[in-house]
């Protein structure tokens, strides 16, 4: 069973950094496409950045884009987020999500088969 877990979130001072971890389990990886996604108070679900597990090209939003940055790690089976230059608007619980059979690297939370529970991000300004 495909489980995502999570972790790295935290309060920080805008301007500071933050890298959040997924830990994949269940299987492998390969052919997935392995994504973030985030959620404000009284806001829509909403794409941050996503990677192709094989190959590893990558694609963010354009909201954070140059500060946001996806990776991973194939022997730790684990998809990171690297965020900089944290601004006060990036506060939101923070999801990763896995989409098993992706015909293309969705933008769109409903593709996407498996979710994490969320870290919570706040950023103080």
């Known amino acids: 069973q495909v489980q995502l877990a999570e972790s790295g979130g935290g309060l920080v001072q805008a301007g500071g950094s933050l890298r959040l971890s997924c830990a994949a389990s269940?299987?492998?990886?390969?052919?997935?496409?392995m994504g973030w996604f985030r959620q404000a108070p009284g806001k829509e679900r909403e794409f941050v950045a996503a990677?192709?597990?094989?190959?590893?090209?990558?694609y963010y939003a354009d909201s954070v884009k140059g500060r946001f940055t996806i990776s991973r790690d194939n022997v730790k089976n684990t998809v990171y987020l690297q965020i900089n230059n944290l601004k006060p608007e990036d506060t939101a619980v923070y999801y990763c999500?896995?989409?098993?059979?992706?015909?293309?690297?969705?933008?769109?939370?409903?593709?996407?088969?498996?979710w994490g529970q969320g870290t919570q991000v706040t950023v103080s300004s």
């Open positions: 999500a896995a989409d098993r059979n992706p015909l293309l690297t969705s933008r769109i939370s409903y593709d996407y088969d498996y």
């Open positions: 269940g299987r492998t990886f390969s052919g997935y496409v």
């Open positions: 990677l192709r597990w094989s190959g590893g090209n990558t």
